[in-house]
């Protein structure tokens, strides 16, 4: 079966998309001391037994961002990545507060990683997401979003991520309020670590348009129907999913059984310098290991053109 190009990625956070070279190269630039003897000895860490082991190791990592140009070059290597992909439009997400206890603030965060998407390969468009962490307190996302909104950076939605077990979305209701009256977009991890609860309250409290994951929906049928019946699209990650042990394999992957129920399902990255690969090969790793029909690659590939935050006329090209 030929593969469908994946023409729109909708679900990267742009540090995991720092792979083990760039960091060692940027410590070097940096002068900042890892605490890792080798590359081998970095790449041995990579076996995540959950999601707040990866989350560790992931901030960990981003001790080598320091400056604006950092974020301008971990981007550009991204977007290069995202090109060979296929991906003709990009919705990236960037964690701005987890950058601040190392005194790099939000306009350096921001700065950076605009001037690295403003570089974006010839016919990519791009959309950038900065995402609140759920186990920070609400005031900081408050603080966040002033600086966010202050950057004069163009944004195109906030989401919610970070670890999800213990942390419901209901907390950040006014901080994602403040946003929609700013004219952005709102998307939400829910539902990959996190009960079917959460996705529900992602929904009806946060207002998000689209969910992030929401594997974990599928533990509610009265929640399925909603979202089958509304379209809600979710924002897959099948390698992240196996990688940090939400599902035993991919083989067992919820995936068909989420098309089957008619939900609006695409497949994505997540963190690929992370979880084994881009979107690329997450949509090749699907294909072959759930034995997708023509028929269902078709309707990921589309689930994705129609859940981007793009206007009619971009959306018929990419269609
Ligand atoms: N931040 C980066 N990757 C994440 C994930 N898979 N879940 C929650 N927060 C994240
Ligand atoms: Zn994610």
Redesign the pocket.
């Known amino acids: 079966m030929t593969a469908t190009p994946p023409a729109v990625e909708l679900h990267v ?1 742009v540090e ?1 998309t720092l792979e083990p070279e760039l960091i060692m190269a940027l410590a070097e630039r940096n002068r900042v001391e890892l605490p890792y003897a080798d590359l081998d000895d970095l790449r041995a860490r990579y076996a995540f037994t959950d ?1 707040s082991h990866f ?1 560790d190791l ?1 901030y960990a990592n981003m001790a080598v961002l320091r400056e604006a140009e950092d974020f301008a070059t971990m981007t550009r290597a991204y977007l290069e990545r995202a090109a060979r992909a296929g991906v003709r439009h990009v919705e990236l997400f960037v ?1 701005p507060q987890a950058h601040l206890a190392r005194g790099v603030g939000v306009p350096v965060v921001l700065e950076g990683v605009s001037a690295g998407l403003a570089d974006a390969p010839a016919g990519m468009t791009t959309g950038l997401i900065p995402c609140f962490l759920r186990d920070r307190p609400a005031e900081e996302a408050d603080e966040v979003l002033d600086a966010l909104l202050a950057s004069g950076v163009p944004l195109l939605g906030v989401g919610l ?2 670890a ?1 077990a213990g942390n419901p979305p209901g907390r950040f209701a006014d901080v994602f309020a403040r946003a929609r009256a700013a004219g952005l977009r709102l998307v939400a ?1 829910a539902g ?1 670590e996190g009960p079917a609860a959460y996705v529900r309250e992602a929904l009806d409290v946060l207002g998000v348009e689209r969910v992030d994951h929401g594997i974990r929906a599928l533990e509610d049928q009265a929640l399925v129907t909603r979202l089958a019946e509304e379209a809600v699209p979710l924002t897959v990650c099948p390698l ?1 999913n196996v990688r ?1 042990r939400a599902v035993r394999t991919l083989a067992a992957h919820p995936l068909p059984l989420m098309l089957g129920a008619g939900l609006a399902v695409s497949v994505h990255s ?2 690929p310098a992370y979880f084994g690969g881009y979107v690329d090969d997450n949509h090749r790793a699907v294909m072959e290991a759930l034995h997708l029909t023509r028929a269902q690659v078709h309707t990921l590939a589309s689930n994705a053109v129609e859940a981007a935050f793009v206007d009619d006329t971009r959306r018929a090209e990419l269609r």
């Open positions: 956070h995991g999601l989350l992931y964690d991520d970070s999800e991890h990959e992240s940090l997540d963190d």
